[in-house]
């Protein structure tokens, strides 16, 4: 009997990020390898692996360097925004912010960097505050009491996650919550929503956190030949 092993690496785009769980779900999707056994007759058997493999990312900002490297830019990144308002048409920009954003959220893996779960303080509405205390097996108010404080004072409908970072962030980059993360936690950053021109001085301040950003504003810079001064 004759028997074939064959190792097969197949690298792929595994997700559209807006669609897919892996981006931002703090889960990489580089799957253990599918292990497949082929009976060509009685005479021959292949058996080999099949791995999927994510692309990665090239040339990104380490994590830990983005916000100093988007203050370095941010004077550059502010003649940026002013040259996108007097020359950029709305609706192409957006369509390059989304492209850009399925391009490089496809490919990066969030478990390594976890920047927004370290800086921002996440705002809950009424809804989710019910789903992720039910999530977690408890009351609305043994949830609120351990892990919130409201957001507004004023309002007592809008609430906060208490600590940085944020509580349900995993030793290994993992979201606790994932299933029933807060609504914020799955559009940041944004780039992939209408309407980004009358979003750009936030989005030069996500810079600051994001690597993704960061890496968005520098592509857009050579897509629309924009130049420092
Ligand atoms: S709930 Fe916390 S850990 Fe989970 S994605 Fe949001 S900020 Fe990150
Ligand atoms: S800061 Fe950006 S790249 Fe880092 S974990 Fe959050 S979304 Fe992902």
């Known amino acids: 009997m004759v028997i074939r092993t064959f190792q097969l690496v197949v690298t792929i785009r595994s997700c559209a990020a807006n669609a897919c769980t892996a981006y931002k779900s703090r889960r990489c999707l580089t799957t253990s390898p599918i292990r497949y056994k082929i ?13 999927w493999n994510r692309k990665r990312c090239q040339n990104m900002v380490n994590p830990k ?25 709305s609706k192409e920009l957006d369509a390059r912010f989304a492209e850009l954003h399925n391009e490089l959220f496809d490919s990066y893996d ?30 609305e108010s043994m949830f609120f009491e351990k892990y919130l404080e409201l957001a507004d004072y004023d309002d007592d409908n809008q609430f906060r996650i208490r600590a940085y970072p944020c509580s349900f962030l ?9 299933e029933c993360k807060p609504d914020v936690c799955k559009e ?17 301040s996500m810079s600051a956190v994001c690597p993704i950003v960061l890496e ?9 030949g924009f130049q420092s001064r």
Do not use: W
Request: aromatic share 8%.
């Open 188 to 204: 940041y950053p944004f780039t992939n929503q209408p309407d980004r021109i009358s979003h750009m001085i936030n989005i030069i």
């Open 216 to 224: 968005i504003l520098e592509r857009l810079k050579t897509m629309y």
């Open 110 to 139: 969030c478990c390594k960097c976890t920047n927004c779960c370290k800086t921002y303080g996440i705002i809950l509405g009424n809804e989710e505050l019910a789903r992720i205390s039910g999530f977690l097996g408890m009351t």
């Open 170 to 178: 995993l030793d290994d980059g993992c979201c606790k919550i994932n």
């Open 39 to 51: 009976i060509v007759s009685d005479q021959i058997i292949i058996v080999g692996a099949l791995q």
């Open 65 to 89: 360097e983005v916000k100093e490297k988007a203050e370095n830019l941010e004077d550059e990144n502010y003649s940026f925004r002013s040259f996108l308002k007097s020359t950029a048409q």
